[in-house]
């Protein structure tokens, strides 16, 4: 194991949805790999926090239509916070004990009392899993790194519907402010 302090790290599962995994070509095998890391997690004493993109009907009326991304999904509706397709995948799903969140814009923290979660339970640490890496990775960095949160991005826990976008935040954006490993086994191991 590196020199993570288990009690001290979280593993954040962003964006991990059903309507979102679902249209990434390789989801059963990007499932199957997430399930194994959080397994990784789990055992070595991380906690687990997962983070969801959701709306409800009031907040989706409240979206402006100078916010291009979420005025589109508002007003089609896809990201209705009730609807079945916004919820965690069920191959993850969370356990007892787990945190879990719902977001209303792009990043995890900055709709969410996540980081006042992550700071109760003592965590300094993020390890980094989500879709998309130019979205929910990106901006959860950039925001976790100015809360001065230690910062790990789990390269086969990402993905991106851009591949040349995803290669080039993994390799020259992300090291600036994170270290970058291709699985969390690897990290823990």
Do not use: W
């Not at 499932?31 to 959080?38: C, E, F, N, P, S």
């Amino acid at each position: 194991m590196t020199d993570l302090t288990p009690v001290s790290t979280a593993l954040l599962v962003m964006d991990y949805q059903r309507a979102i995994v679902e249209r990434l070509p390789d989801a059963e095998e990007r499932l199957m790999r997430m399930r194994d890391a959080i397994a990784t997690a789990r055992a070595a004493g991380l906690t687990i926090a997962y983070v969801r993109v959701a709306l409800t009907r009031e907040e989706a009326a409240a979206v402006p239509t100078a916010n291009l991304r979420f005025s589109r999904a508002a007003a089609s509706g896809s990201m209705d916070a009730d609807s079945p397709a916004t919820r965690i995948h069920p191959a993850i799903a969370p356990a007892d004990g787990d945190l879990v969140v719902r977001k209303r814009r792009v990043g995890a923290m900055s709709t969410t009392d996540l980081d006042a979660q992550l700071r109760a339970r003592g965590i300094d640490t993020l390890v980094l899993a989500g879709i998309s890496t130019s979205g929910v990775v990106l901006s959860t960095l950039l925001e976790a790194a100015d809360r001065d949160y230690r910062l790990y991005v789990v390269a086969d826990g990402c993905a991106d519907p851009d591949r040349e976008v995803h290669r080039v935040l993994l390799e020259r954006v992300f090291p600036r402010q994170a270290t970058v490993v291709e699985s969390l086994a690897a990290l823990l191991g």
